[in-house]
């Protein structure tokens, strides 16, 4: 059988920027949720998956802003899979205003880890075997590699910070939701004051953990543009890539 899942959300005060606005994380944590309640319908939430030793990761993300939802109105949030290979399942959503105005839309690539090894493995046939749903329009299946993971990198604002306990989730790593916001706030203040989020596109490279520190870094690629880059201070490896896109407000 095959789910789709809407969820209706109004917005609340703690879930809006200075601007007034719904902050890109408040949207993400939902769009989250619901994707975690069409799990469950599938039987593939987090519990299914670790009663087998493994577990959820996102590995890419693409949101695109096309209309802010503000304090006190109701949205709508649809998601459902799309398409499932051996390594990876894909998943769309789809933000909705009361009437029905596309606000937002996003692609999504999520693969399964070993919890012991803590390493990618194959989908699993309980995975596999499940039914998208059919006759509907999907967005595009994001590149593995986007054009931005090779551009040359030169950092111009940088932050350190240590994982703390409330940025992990029930899978022991950092809930992908934190990186955003943590990336977000290296950008300048002319721009977060002046301009507003349209697109974020996210390469979700390997885990951070709890006390882990790590390096947040932004560098600008054009007036309208952000590159961004989190590394793994101990092993210098690169956790999350992305790049933002902002336009004037």
């Known amino acids: 059988m095959a789910f789709i899942q809407t969820d209706t959300f109004t917005i609340r005060g703690y879930e809006c920027d200075a601007s007034g606005r ?12 619901s ?10 939430g987090i519990a299914d998956l670790a009663k087998r030793g493994v577990g959820w990761m996102l590995m890419r993300f693409q949101l695109r802003m096309h209309q802010y939802p503000r304090y006190g109105e109701t949205i709508r949030v649809v998601t459902y899979p799309t398409e499932v290979e051996k390594y990876f399942i894909y998943r769309d959503f789809r933000i909705l205003a009361e009437d029905d105005t ?22 699993p046939d309980f995975i596999r075997s499940l039914n998208p749903p059919a006759g509907l329009t999907h967005l595009p299946k994001l590149p593995h590699k986007p054009d931005f993971q090779s551009t040359p990198f030169t950092p111009t604002k940088t932050k350190e910070s240590v994982v703390g306990w409330l940025s992990i989730d029930q899978n022991q790593h950092v809930n992908n ?11 300048d203040n002319e721009t977060l004051e002046t301009k507003k989020l349209t697109e974020i596109d996210l390469v979700y490279r390997t885990e951070s953990h709890w006390q882990d520190s790590v390096q947040i870094q932004s560098a600008v690629e054009t ?17 999350l890539l992305a790049r933002s896109r902002w336009v004037t407000d």
């Open 102 to 123: 596309l606000l937002a839309e996003a692609g999504s690539t999520w693969l399964v880890f070993s919890i012991e090894k803590r390493s990618m493995v194959p989908m």
């Open 35 to 44: 994707a975690n309640r069409n799990a469950l319908d599938y039987g593939i």
């Open 177 to 187: 939701v934190a990186y955003v916001e943590w990336l977000l706030e290296t950008v």
């Open 223 to 239: 007036p309208q543009t952000f590159l961004h880059r989190i590394i793994h201070t101990e092993s210098g490896k690169d956790v």
């Open 22 to 33: 719904m902050s890109v994380p408040a949207l993400m944590n939902m769009m989250q949720e």
